[in-house]
């Protein structure tokens, strides 16, 4: 069992930046491959970024990619996601979640665990 919590949204105008974290309780976090989502108002869940147990391999959403940075602390149990030349269009939730048996995957039945997400909103 994982529980993830995410934390660092908020408000910022275009073109700044914010990081992301998102904590994740027990043990055996270098276990589960990582990946962040978002999800604007009226629309589904899509892939942002995803990262490999060891943080050796990263994957991007054409959308954000060359802006954002998704990277992962194993000793302290934390993934981040650093976000730069923000857009409006990145206006959403963004959500953290953890499985164990597919890296880079931009798949969402395919992780075990989510976050209750982070607002971040972008003002143009």
């Known amino acids: 069992q994982v529980q993830l919590v995410e934390s660092g949204g908020g408000l910022v105008q275009a073109g700044g930046s914010l990081r992301l974290s998102c904590a994740a309780s027990?043990?055996?976090?270098?276990?589960?491959?990582m990946g962040w989502f978002r999800q604007a108002p009226g629309k589904e869940r899509e892939f942002v970024a995803a990262i490999s147990w060891s943080g050796g391999s990263t994957y991007y959403a054409d959308s954000v990619k060359g802006r954002f940075t998704i990277s992962r602390d194993n000793a302290k149990n934390t993934v981040y996601l650093q976000m730069n030349s923000l857009k409006p269009e990145d206006t959403a939730v963004y959500y953290c979640?953890?499985?164990?048996?597919?890296?880079?995957?931009?798949?969402?039945?395919?992780?075990?665990?989510w976050g209750q997400g982070t607002q971040v909103t972008v003002s143009s």
């Open positions: 979640a953890a499985n164990q048996y597919y890296s880079g995957s931009y798949s969402l039945p395919e992780y075990d665990y």
């Open positions: 027990g043990r055996t976090f270098s276990s589960y491959a």
